[in-house]
């Protein structure tokens, strides 16, 4: 996030929502955008179901998934056209105004309209709303990224915020709500192909040799390959040892069969876990690990805000700790790498990241930083932390726009699959369940798969509420129960995809965004009939 | 702060403070370091002035006033333990304590709340050990609503403060918990009841962490008693929000997690942090053991860390030796610490040697 939590719920007129639902997936967050409209907080809604916040919306595009970049080259159309674009500030911040205003004439709200399947009338006073507030963030989750055109859906968004003079500032900004709880710190810390800690680039020479030097080795001066793309190269056998740390990809991977197939198809296979989870199975070797509860450490929010974890009993004799098992392999393959505490580690890591370099567990305990994290930057042990980011100028100097057109998903409903699947999370549980499910009054509110079918469409089919049904995409089939309601749109279709006994991952597509490599799990195409 | 705010002088005990006009007198003596007993006050959630407890004596006023409820004025001088106060303050406390149901807990001893009641602490504190306005014959029973696999509502132990009602209503904003009936015919209409599944609950837990007695609690609760247990500050591990929370432990086992303040989640947890965050800790089918697949039979067979580790590092050794680093791949986990995945990081690029290293952030 660009902001914080605090300042995009208090400090802010109008929120605009996209492809988000927090009340389920970020329940503390979506009390908070509750109560900041309860307040009077506009909120303006841009997601493709009628999910709980719908009903607190000023406005509300239910707009066909798949199509938020034509939406935000349309909100940004209907800014210059009513004359809110802050040109003050694209002038002094920004520069390639001229080119995107050119390239989104053609957005004219009708079209857009048409594309996303909502009122024009919506669509212009979304934009208004937006447009003419003092302060509004602009949040966005999954919905935005899980597309083939993912990264163009978020630069489309900060389109509009830049046109309209709302990056830099309290209660404006860009903020995706991260999926899960580390994922921001999974990606500072260096867990990516491109870069090392604090996005430091792998392909820049100065930044391996500043590795090299620092770790004492040699280093592989080519780009890595993403995980999604992982897959594809274990399946042409291009990758052949995969060494997987706490993840269930064959649950949560889309194309569980061709996930699987990457799977056994490598040469040696270790999982790190704590339960023996669907992908564990296919492991060669199988680490036990340690949970949370277990250890000390840190994890970044999703407002880059560096937290504690802290031990609070030692878990089951016979696991380890993650740190240990790791350095343990290091030595055994002949570098020399002492065993550290979490504390060390950490010291370690503001050693070699600039971003991170006033961050230590001792002063994340300190009660100078009294119980609040820190946010990164934090370049150095006087500096207070950067609660907003891009204030008075952004990172890298002037704020290039996207220009990137509507491209619409890749797989997209016909005759023989004619419903749109999109998937997603509900309040009760959290991803593959592997923690969720073992607690028991949670599966006593809900613990088996379901699918969200339209009224229309379930008339048509012949399917109420509550039947057994059959769901089919190019893939594979399914079994679900079906929940009919207007709920999504007709002719789409939602589904969870925590629930193991029909699981909507053997059913969506492994189409990479063409950027980020994000599967696309909100667009698949299938087709459902009563058992 | 912003200029609008007036400052006013106002004495708490002879302490004088200057604090903006918005304050009330609770906010002052605060301020002043005087403290001031609250039992249905609840910072930020509810400020209905019900209970009384509060009270303090202002120059000027005909009558005691409720700190919590009242505005401070320029000039205000306020006392704090008078002698008028104090009575005034057990007499309060007496009142509530005569609806509190004692005898429907065999006075505290059952409550699953003893040692961690709001209302026991302050009746200690007020040195109230009985209640003058109590029935001489129990009160009829009403039915304890425990239906919700989490939460359970004690309608003889609550005292109508309502502090679960703001929780739900200004904290949570979920709407579902609620009054029924009014003065001293107030219920609380808690959702825990038969039909739980078909209201609106979210089982956040919020409505128990605000409830200062026994009456709404998480039903885990039980199982523990407060001076049994540590607890341990930390950051739940489910969604990116981070919100703080103390994991509660008894005997080496998590029996419960407790809200704590954060920036980003102001006191308040959800029903995965709150209830869904620690029993995965000590599950049964945790892996206790390396274990090394069988290539002939395909089964698993337990081994020692020595051998799996010389096995994993042999094996990724050859891999690397024969077809270079770039076949193979590691992925970090997005659940786990960032001291975790930078050592994970470490091992791809420094004896792996590869950049093929990821993490799940994109499913």
Redesign the interface.
């Known amino acids: 996030m660009t902001n914080?939590?605090?300042d995009i719920t208090q400090d802010s007129d109008v929120i605009m929502l996209v492809g988000s639902n927090p009340e389920e997936?970020?329940?503390?967050?979506g009390?908070?955008i509750?109560?900041a409209v309860?307040n009077g907080t506009k909120l303006i809604l841009v997601d493709p179901r009628e999910i709980g916040l719908a009903k607190y919306a000023d406005i509300h595009l239910k707009l066909r998934p798949g199509t938020n970049v034509a939406f935000a080259n349309g909100v940004v159309h209907i800014l210059i056209k009513e004359g809110l674009v802050d040109e003050e500030y694209v002038a002094s911040r920004t520069s390639g105004f001229e080119e995107l205003a050119k390239m989104v004439e053609s957005y004219t709200p009708e079209r857009v309209a048409e594309i996303c399947h909502i009122d024009v009338r919506d669509l212009v006073a979304a934009a208004k709303l937006y447009g003419q507030a003092n302060a509004a963030p602009i949040i966005y989750c999954l919905g935005v990224t899980e597309h083939s055109t993912g990264t163009e859906g978020v630069m489309s968004l900060s389109n509009i915020a830049m046109v309209n003079g709302k990056l830099g500032k309290p209660g404006c900004g860009v903020n995706p709500?991260?999926?899960?709880?580390?994922?921001?710190?999974?990606?500072?810390?260096?867990?990516?192909?491109?870069t090392?800690?604090g996005y430091q680039k792998?392909m820049d020479p100065a930044v391996v040799e500043k590795?090299e030097k620092a770790?004492g080795?040699?280093?592989?001066p080519?780009?890595?390959?993403?995980?999604?793309e992982?897959f594809p190269?274990a399946i042409e056998g291009?990758?052949?040892?995969?060494?997987?740390?706490?993840?269930d990809?064959v649950r949560?991977?889309?194309d569980t069969n061709h996930v699987i197939k990457a799977l056994t198809n490598l040469?040696?296979f270790?999982v790190q876990?704590?339960?023996?989870t669907e992908t564990a199975k296919l492991?060669?070797?199988?680490?036990?690990g340690r949970?949370?509860?277990?250890?000390?450490?840190?994890?970044?929010?999703?407002?880059r805000?560096?937290?504690?974890?802290?031990?609070?009993?030692?878990?089951?004799?016979?696991?380890?700790l993650?740190?240990w098992?790791?350095?343990?392999?290091?030595q055994?393959?002949?570098?020399d790498?002492p065993h550290l505490s979490?504390a060390e580690?950490?010291d370690?890591?503001s050693s070699v990241t600039p971003s991170f370099g006033g961050i230590t567990h001792a002063r994340l305990d300190s009660a100078e930083v009294g119980?609040?994290?820190l946010q990164w930057p934090c370049p150095n042990a006087e500096h207070p932390g950067t609660p907003i980011m891009h204030v008075g100028k952004f990172a890298k100097g002037l704020g290039t726009y996207s220009t990137a057109e509507y491209r619409p998903s890749v797989e997209l409903p016909d005759g023989e699959y004619p419903l749109m699947l999109t998937t997603g999370r509900i309040?009760?549980?959290?991803n593959a369940c592997?923690?969720?499910a073992?607690?028991?009054?949670?599966n006593?509110?809900v613990n088996s798969s379901f699918i969200e079918i339209n009224t229309a469409d379930a008339d048509e089919l012949g399917i109420a509420d509550g039947d057994r049904v059959k769901v089919t995409s190019r893939r594979a089939s399914i079994e679900s129960t079906a929940r009919v309601s207007g709920k999504t749109n007709p002719g789409e279709t939602w589904m969870p995809f925590h629930f193991q006994d029909g699981n909507s991952n053997w059913l969506t597509i492994a189409a990479l965004d063409n950027i980020?490599?994000?599967?696309e799990?909100k667009v698949c195409a299938v087709r459902v009939e009563k058992l | 702060m912003s200029n609008e705010r007036k400052l006013v002088t106002v004495t708490v005990d002879g302490v004088q403070v200057q604090v903006p006009e918005t304050f009330t007198i609770l906010a002052a003596g605060n301020k002043a370091g005087v403290h001031i007993p609250t039992l249905c006050y609840l910072k930020d959630v509810s400020d209905i002035g019900s209970c009384r407890v509060c009270s303090v004596e202002v120059e000027g006023a005909s009558a005691l006033q409720p700190a919590c409820k009242t505005r401070v004025t320029d000039g205000m001088v306020v006392h704090t333990d008078t002698e008028l106060v104090k009575q005034y303050r057990k007499l309060m406390l007496q009142l509530v304590l005569a609806d509190h149901g004692l005898d429907s807990t065999n006075y505290c001893f059952s409550c699953a709340k003893n040692g961690a009641c709001e209302l026991q602490a302050l009746c200690r504190e007020l040195d109230v050990t009985e209640s003058a306005f109590a029935p001489s014959t129990p009160a009829k029973r009403e039915p304890v609503l425990e239906d919700n696999?989490?939460l359970a509502y004690d309608p003889n132990l609550c005292i109508r403060c309502q502090r679960c009602v703001g929780a739900c209503n200004?904290?949570?904003?979920?709407h579902t918990l609620t009054t029924g009936k009014r003065g001293l015919r107030t219920s609380i209409l808690a959702p825990f009841g038969p039909d739980w599944?078909s209201t609106e609950c979210?089982?956040?837990g919020n409505c128990a962490a605000a409830c200062p007695t026994g009456a709404i609690t998480e039903k885990r609760r039980r199982e523990y008693r407060s001076w049994e247990v540590?607890r341990?500050?930390?950051?739940?591990?489910?969604?990116?929000?981070?919100?703080?929370m103390d994991?509660v432990?008894k005997d080496?086992?998590?029996v419960d997690v407790e809200p704590?303040?954060?920036?980003?989640?102001?006191g308040?947890?959800?029903?995965?942090?709150r209830?869904?965050?620690?029993?995965?800790?000590h599950?049964e089918?945790?892996?206790?053991?390396?274990?090394?697949?069988n290539a002939e039979t395909g089964e698993?067979e337990p081994?020692s860390?020595d051998e799996?580790?010389?096995?994993?590092?042999?094996?990724?050794?050859q891999?690397?030796d024969e077809?270079g680093?770039?076949?193979?791949?590691?992925?970090?986990?997005?659940?786990?610490?960032?001291?975790?995945?930078?050592?994970?990081?470490?091992?791809?690029?420094?004896?792996?040697?590869?950049?093929?290293?990821?993490?799940?952030?994109?499913?």
């Open positions: 914080t939590i605090a997936a970020h329940p503390v967050l009390m908070q509750r109560k309860e709500i991260r999926g899960q709880n580390n994922v921001q710190g999974a990606c500072d810390m260096g867990a990516q192909p491109n090392f800690t792998v590795f770790w080795t040699d280093l592989n080519n780009e890595g390959t993403k995980a999604t992982v190269a291009r990758i052949k040892g995969l060494y997987l740390f706490g993840e990809p949560t991977d889309p040469d040696f270790v876990e704590l339960f023996m492991a060669d070797v199988i680490l036990p949970s949370f509860a277990e250890k000390e450490g840190t994890f970044s929010n999703t407002e805000r560096v937290q504690r974890v802290r031990k609070a009993v030692d878990g089951p004799a016979g696991a380890q993650d740190t098992i790791f350095t343990e392999i290091m055994r393959m002949g570098y790498q979490a580690i950490m370690e890591i119980g609040r994290g309040l009760y549980h959290y592997a923690m969720t073992r607690t028991e009054g949670l006593e509110i980020a490599k994000a599967p799990f | 696999p989490f200004n904290r949570a904003h979920n599944k979210e089982s956040c540590t341990t500050r930390t950051t739940c591990p489910h969604c990116a929000v981070g919100c703080q994991l432990a080496g086992r998590i704590a303040w954060g920036p980003s989640n102001r308040m947890l959800c029903v995965k942090g209830s869904g965050s620690f029993d995965f800790v599950a089918d945790r892996l206790t053991t390396p274990l090394i697949k698993f081994a860390w799996a580790l010389d096995l994993v590092a042999s094996k990724f050794a891999i690397r077809n680093g770039d076949a193979l791949a590691a992925f970090a986990c997005s659940r786990s610490t960032n001291e975790d995945v930078y050592m994970l990081m470490k091992m791809a690029r420094t004896v792996f040697k590869t950049n093929n290293v990821d993490n799940c952030a994109r499913v």
